[in-house]
Nanobody
Framework: QVPVVESGGGLVQAGGSLRLSCVAS????????MGWYRQAPGKQRELVAG???????NYADSVKGRFTISRDNAKNTMYLQMNSLKPEDTAVYYC????????????????WGQGTQVTVSS
């Protein structure tokens, strides 16, 4: 069973919107923080947005005002609403979950999804 699964990517035109979802499996019973990262070909992976257990958020400067991160603690689910998409947003987007699982009860660890492709055409 994959511990973290993201979905919602696709192909959109510039100016369009997408909503990404990330679901942490039940084995992750306590989430300290969640975040969205992205990696474009030939570029470093970068943090797009993050959210802590108490709801604090942060965003990369490049997406401020366009992207919104949120989470549903009861569902162990995180979302990334992406509006006003630009071609430079094209990348594979990865969900990261930092928390404790049934395997590691007392230590926070990072769990990554497989990635979902977001492609924005001009």
């Amino acid at each position: 069973q994959v511990p973290v699964v993201e979905s919602g990517g696709g192909l959109v035109q510039a100016g369009g919107s997408l909503r990404l979802s990330c679901v942490a499996s039940g084995s992750i019973f306590s989430i300290n923080a969640m975040g969205w990262y992205r990696q474009a070909p030939g570029k470093q992976r970068e943090l797009v947005a993050g959210i802590t257990a108490d709801g604090r958020t942060n965003y990369a400067d490049s997406v401020k005002g366009r992207f919104t991160i949120s989470r549903d603690n009861a569902k162990n689910t995180m979302y990334l609403q992406m509006n006003s998409l630009k071609p430079e947003d094209t990348a594979v987007y990865y969900c990261n979950v930092r928390g404790r699982s049934t395997t590691y009860y007392y230590t926070d660890r990072d769990y990554w999804g497989q990635g979902t492709q977001v492609t924005v055409s001009s």
